[in-house]
């Protein structure tokens, strides 16, 4: 099994920063692209940032220059540090990551897998 776990959530003023972190554990051989997606109240969950193993980077237009996508990939970890947020950031934080398993008796398997979800507040 592989597990994407995040942390550091909670809430903050709008202009204010919080960072996240969504470290993956379990039987990875390899791990591909970590991202960030994030669900407001009734509406669906959209993508906000993806970072592939080499670093490439891409964001929702609503995030870009605010928000900045990075991993560790020793760590197998993923950060998203976001600044000047604004209340409409409020929404659950979800970490996913896709890869392969590791599997000493036959063909690697991928996964795609999600996170719990962190709770991100940005008051007005």
């Known amino acids: 099994q592989v597990q994407p776990v995040e942390s550091g959530g909670g809430l903050v003023q709008a202009g204010g920063s919080l960072r996240l972190a969504c470290a993956a554990s379990?039987?990875?051989?390899?791990?591909?692209?970590m991202g960030w997606y994030r669900q407001a109240p009734g509406e669906q969950r959209v993508l906000v940032a993806t970072?592939?193993?080499?670093?490439?980077?891409n964001y929702a237009d609503s995030v870009k220059g605010r928000f900045t996508i990075s991993r560790d990939n020793a760590k197998n970890t993923a950060y998203l540090q976001m600044n000047s947020l604004k209340p409409e950031d409020t929404a659950v934080y979800y970490c996913?990551?896709?890869?392969?398993?590791?599997?000493?008796?036959?063909?690697?398997?991928?996964?795609?897998?999600w996170g719990q979800g962190t709770q991100v507040t940005v008051s007005s």
């Open positions: 970072v592939t193993s080499r670093g490439s980077t």
């Open positions: 996913n990551v896709n890869g392969l398993k590791t599997n000493a008796y036959g063909p690697r398997e991928y996964f795609d897998v």
């Open positions: 379990g039987s990875i051989f390899s791990i591909n692209v």
